[in-house]
């Protein structure tokens, strides 16, 4: 009974859509990388300006600085889940797998909430937030490289079993979470939640620094290893055979999910879909399959998702719901969709 | 230069796969791996080239030790190809064999690496279908596809798991034939796993014969294609005919 809503929702909207999504699928596909990442592009461009100069009056020099940096955050979030979710299905060579749903961003959770436990909120509140990061993101790499390396290091494993480990790891962790925060003070508590609710209205300016040149480290890493992860999408023995270190590459590509996945739940919570979503669409944009159209595709259509959606639900809507929500909402249908079209094979 | 293995066994959660296999695999020609399921032929193949790690033992390929040879230097020497070949991506049949040229491009083809590409793809008569995405292609077509990749890689040794597996007998024939013409014209050490021992006898130089994860004989198609060595492998009784000069198994009554 309770699986009825899911089997029969997804049938109406595909029926409804049928007729008129053929060609216009097709012109998509037709269109060149280069068309495509120059309107999203530009599509970005527009989103960005509006959020930093719509009805912009009263006190600028209060409002621009914060508007800018709302913004920033709302971009290097897109990038760092965009980035991490594309890297994530190329090497398990699968298009339903995110860290998000294998719980990395439970995992730094916890980390979080451990730390808060052993220090006391309030330490972890008046400690350098960057120092307090960088402890963060270390202990969270180090446990997700623990964890997840023999998952996926080895041979081919069932797609089902991988997605059941992580559901089940991701709620072990959510429950380790909160049973530590049910026996905090409840004032400390209080502190702590604010720091788990994913919002851009409360994005710590301090924190944008690091979680920038982390982004742009670990980006830079993965553009010189596009074509190597273009050979890693075609699965592990045809990566082995044209001369690819599987291991080593997968274990670098699960670091730097883990880096990028702990700078965006720093920043603003965890965002579970919206890595699957905007990688699905990704999909469907770019025609090719090389890396080095994708990833710009990628982060292009998340940094428009945040972006134009905080501006929709801000100017439209007035602050009536999270975008979080939103995003929540469509990307928790598209993964529904996904699992009952069957690419889960 | 052959490839050489040595004391080599494999074993997955206790149970035994491959048991102490030494052999010599000669320098050109086709060597056709043949025994029941679960003989352990394709664990072979694929702790030779590096598909899984070896248990113990030590395996070289053309001179050069798989465990401490560097993987791109292997892949110019060695292509392999597994029997099931799964694709997320939606690529065309061109952008899978040229990723056959990776180990020596790098992903980024010279003109010589595209020209290897499309004789590889001429070589599998894959001309009219090249631009077609791989998943739109037949089982048959795709195993092609498949193998024009390895094709393109232009190593000296290559290694295929069931390559006539849903080839059809035309397709397997060709297949065959096709192999025969990179040993014969080309000097390329082909090793196989076949099922069909009438494909191993008519096209090999050499088969391998295993049983129960160790290698039980090895010698020419005339040597091996006898009733009692097959009775060995297969515990069937196979009469052997001989027409035109090759050595048929007739097993089908």
Redesign the interface.
Known sequence: MPKAPALTSPAPVESAATPARGPLRRRLRNASPQLVVGVLLAATAAAVLFFLFFELKGNVGYILPRRAIKVSAMLLVAVAVGVSTLLFQTVTANRILTPSIMGFDSLYILVQTVMAFALGAAAVVTAPPTLQFGVEVVLMVAFSALLYRWMFTGATRSLHLLLLVGVILGSLFRGFSSLLQRLMEPSEFIILQDLFFASFNNVDPSLLGVAAVIVAVVCGAVWRARHTLDVLALGRDVAINVGVDHRRVVMRVLLACSLLVAVSTALVGPVTFFGLLVVSLGYQLCRGFSHAWLLPIVVLIGAIALVGGQLVLEKVFGFGTALSVVIEFTGGILFLYLLLKGSLK | MTIAVRNVSKSYGGQTVLDDVSCEIPQGGITSIIGPNGAGKSTLLSLI????PLGSGAVSVGGLDIAST???????TM????QE???????TVR??VA??R??HS???PTVEDLATVEEAIAHLDLAPMADKFVDELSGGQRQRAFIA??LA?DTQYLLLDEPLNNLDMKHSVEMMRLLRRLADDFGKTIVIVVHDINFASCYSDTILAMKDGRLIHQGSPRQIMQQAMLRDVYDIDIRIEEIDGNRIGVYFT
């Open positions: 080239s590096r598909l899984q560097d993987s791109r230097r292997l892949a110019r292509a392999i190809l597994r070949n799964h694709l997320t991506m939606r690529l952008d899978l990723f056959g990776f180990p790098g992903g980024r990749m390895v890689q």
